[in-house]
């Protein structure tokens, strides 16, 4: 009953930068963690960053200082912005949320993902 649909991705030079949406929606109650994962050609998928509900955060080391997670819970949205991009951070960026909803509980959703493209 839960739909994660992530925005932003796109083409970026080296150096640039690119802000990440991720919007739920459905009968929610209440969201806990909230986290950024990607994947690159070849590589296994990886946490970029999460946040939970009382606003603490944890990034990967590789983009520590660089990108900035955060959330707006009255939207029920998570963003990603991601500043200095490198080409290693070309991969499809995929959200992530525990919802509750009116119908289960807490249960792991995942959007379809987007596109990341830093390239010159």
């Known amino acids: 009953q839960v739909q994660l649909v992530e925005s932003g991705g796109g083409l970026v030079q080296p150096g640039g930068s690119l802000r990440l949406s991720c919007a739920a929606s459905?009968?929610?109650?209440?969201?806990?963690?909230m986290g950024w994962y990607r994947q690159a050609p070849g590589k296994q998928r990886e946490l970029v960053a999460i946040?939970?509900?009382?606003?603490?955060?944890n990034y990967a080391d590789s983009v520590k200082g660089r990108f900035t997670i955060s959330r707006d819970d009255a939207k029920n949205t998570e963003y990603l912005q991601m500043n200095s991009l490198k080409p290693e951070d070309t991969a499809v960026y995929y959200c992530?949320?525990?919802?509750?909803?009116?119908?289960?509980?807490?249960?792991?959703?995942w959007g379809e993902g987007t596109l990341v493209t830093v390239s010159s």
């Open positions: 946040i939970r509900n009382n606003g603490n955060t």
């Open positions: 459905g009968s929610i109650l209440s969201i806990g963690v």
């Open positions: 992530n949320a525990n919802i509750r909803t009116m119908v289960e509980g807490y249960m792991n959703y």
